[in-house]
Protein backbone atom coordinates (compact mmCIF):
# COMPACT_ATOMS: atom_id res chain seq x y z
CA UNK A 1 0.00 0.00 0.00
CA UNK A 2 1.27 3.50 -0.51
CA UNK A 3 -0.40 6.61 -0.38
CA UNK A 4 0.86 9.75 -2.54
CA UNK A 5 0.54 13.24 -2.14
CA UNK A 6 1.11 16.01 -4.59
CA UNK A 7 2.42 19.71 -3.75
CA UNK A 8 3.89 22.50 -5.73
CA UNK A 9 1.34 23.34 -8.35
CA UNK A 10 0.48 27.02 -8.84
CA UNK A 11 0.14 29.91 -11.23
CA UNK A 12 3.11 30.63 -13.09
CA UNK A 13 3.92 32.96 -16.19
CA UNK A 14 4.62 31.19 -19.97
CA UNK A 15 8.21 30.59 -19.76
CA UNK A 16 8.61 30.42 -16.18
CA UNK A 17 9.23 27.28 -13.78
CA UNK A 18 7.39 25.07 -11.17
CA UNK A 19 8.73 22.32 -8.94
CA UNK A 20 6.13 19.77 -8.14
CA UNK A 21 7.03 16.93 -5.44
CA UNK A 22 5.17 14.08 -4.47
CA UNK A 23 5.65 12.18 -1.26
CA UNK A 24 5.00 8.62 -0.62
CA UNK A 25 4.22 6.48 2.11
CA UNK A 26 5.43 3.56 3.53
CA UNK A 27 8.97 1.42 3.10
CA UNK A 28 8.15 0.11 -0.01
CA UNK A 29 8.82 3.25 -2.21
CA UNK A 30 11.79 1.69 -4.03
CA UNK A 31 9.85 -1.41 -5.02
CA UNK A 32 7.60 1.23 -7.52
CA UNK A 33 7.68 2.84 -10.35
CA UNK A 34 6.48 6.32 -10.43
CA UNK A 35 4.87 8.57 -12.88
CA UNK A 36 3.64 11.54 -13.81
CA UNK A 37 0.26 12.13 -15.34
CA UNK A 38 -1.83 15.06 -16.01
CA UNK A 39 -5.35 15.91 -17.18
CA UNK A 40 -6.67 19.15 -18.72
CA UNK A 41 -10.10 20.16 -18.38
CA UNK A 42 -12.37 18.19 -21.03
CA UNK A 43 -9.40 15.66 -21.98
CA UNK A 44 -8.27 12.27 -20.73
CA UNK A 45 -5.40 11.62 -18.34
CA UNK A 46 -2.29 11.87 -20.33
CA UNK A 47 1.26 10.44 -19.50
CA UNK A 48 3.72 13.13 -18.95
CA UNK A 49 6.89 11.41 -17.12
CA UNK A 50 7.90 8.15 -15.79
CA UNK A 51 11.13 6.96 -13.59
CA UNK A 52 11.92 3.18 -13.11
CA UNK A 53 12.45 2.08 -9.54
CA UNK A 54 16.07 2.73 -9.10
CA UNK A 55 15.86 6.19 -11.03
CA UNK A 56 18.33 5.46 -13.69
CA UNK A 57 15.81 5.25 -16.29
CA UNK A 58 13.45 7.90 -17.34
CA UNK A 59 10.92 7.99 -20.21
CA UNK A 60 8.50 11.46 -21.46
CA UNK A 61 6.18 12.22 -23.58
CA UNK A 62 6.90 13.82 -26.46
CA UNK A 63 5.13 17.31 -25.75
CA UNK A 64 7.44 17.87 -22.59
CA UNK A 65 10.69 16.09 -23.57
CA UNK A 66 13.41 18.61 -23.02
CA UNK A 67 11.32 20.79 -20.75
CA UNK A 68 10.62 18.56 -17.92
CA UNK A 69 12.59 16.36 -15.72
CA UNK A 70 11.35 13.46 -13.42
CA UNK A 71 13.49 12.71 -10.23
CA UNK A 72 13.67 10.32 -7.24
CA UNK A 73 14.93 9.96 -3.99
CA UNK A 74 14.72 6.64 -2.34
CA UNK A 75 15.95 8.00 0.84
CA UNK A 76 13.35 10.57 1.45
CA UNK A 77 10.81 8.94 -0.32
CA UNK A 78 9.53 11.49 -3.05
CA UNK A 79 9.57 11.82 -6.80
CA UNK A 80 9.47 15.52 -8.30
CA UNK A 81 9.18 17.01 -11.36
CA UNK A 82 10.53 19.87 -12.85
CA UNK A 83 8.83 21.70 -15.38
CA UNK A 84 10.83 24.50 -17.34
CA UNK A 85 9.50 26.47 -20.31
CA UNK A 86 6.10 26.24 -19.03
CA UNK A 87 3.59 26.54 -21.92
CA UNK A 88 -0.14 27.45 -21.33
CA UNK A 89 -0.85 24.18 -22.94
CA UNK A 90 0.96 22.59 -19.48
CA UNK A 91 -1.93 23.48 -17.89
CA UNK A 92 -3.63 20.37 -16.35
CA UNK A 93 -4.05 19.03 -12.65
CA UNK A 94 -0.83 17.10 -12.35
CA UNK A 95 -1.13 13.65 -10.60
CA UNK A 96 1.50 11.73 -9.21
CA UNK A 97 1.38 8.01 -9.24
CA UNK A 98 2.89 4.49 -8.77
CA UNK A 99 3.32 1.00 -10.45
CA UNK A 100 4.42 -2.39 -10.07
CA UNK A 101 3.57 -3.19 -13.81
CA UNK A 102 5.48 -3.97 -17.04
CA UNK A 103 8.07 -1.45 -17.61
CA UNK A 104 6.20 -1.20 -21.34
CA UNK A 105 3.24 -0.61 -20.03
CA UNK A 106 4.28 2.76 -17.82
CA UNK A 107 3.35 5.47 -20.33
CA UNK A 108 -0.23 4.37 -19.40
CA UNK A 109 -2.60 5.12 -16.46
CA UNK A 110 -3.49 1.88 -16.08
CA UNK A 111 -0.78 0.43 -15.45
CA UNK A 112 -0.84 2.23 -12.20
CA UNK A 113 -2.59 1.27 -9.05
CA UNK A 114 -1.79 3.75 -6.76
CA UNK A 115 -2.46 7.74 -7.20
CA UNK A 116 -2.21 10.90 -5.24
CA UNK A 117 -5.12 13.80 -5.23
CA UNK A 118 -3.59 15.78 -8.10
CA UNK A 119 -2.21 19.29 -7.41
CA UNK A 120 -3.22 22.00 -9.99
CA UNK A 121 -0.65 24.01 -12.74
CA UNK A 122 -1.84 26.97 -14.35
CA UNK A 123 0.31 28.63 -17.20
CA UNK A 124 -0.34 32.34 -17.73
CA UNK A 125 -0.17 33.82 -21.54
Known amino acids: QVQLIESGGGLVQAGGSLRLSCAAS????????MGWFRQAPGKERAFVAN????????YYADSVKGRFTISRDNAKNTVALQMNSLKPEDTAVYYC??????????????????WGQGTQVTVSS
Open 26 to 33: GHTFSTFG
Open 97 to 114: AATSGFIWLRHLAHAYGY
Open 51 to 58: INESGGRT
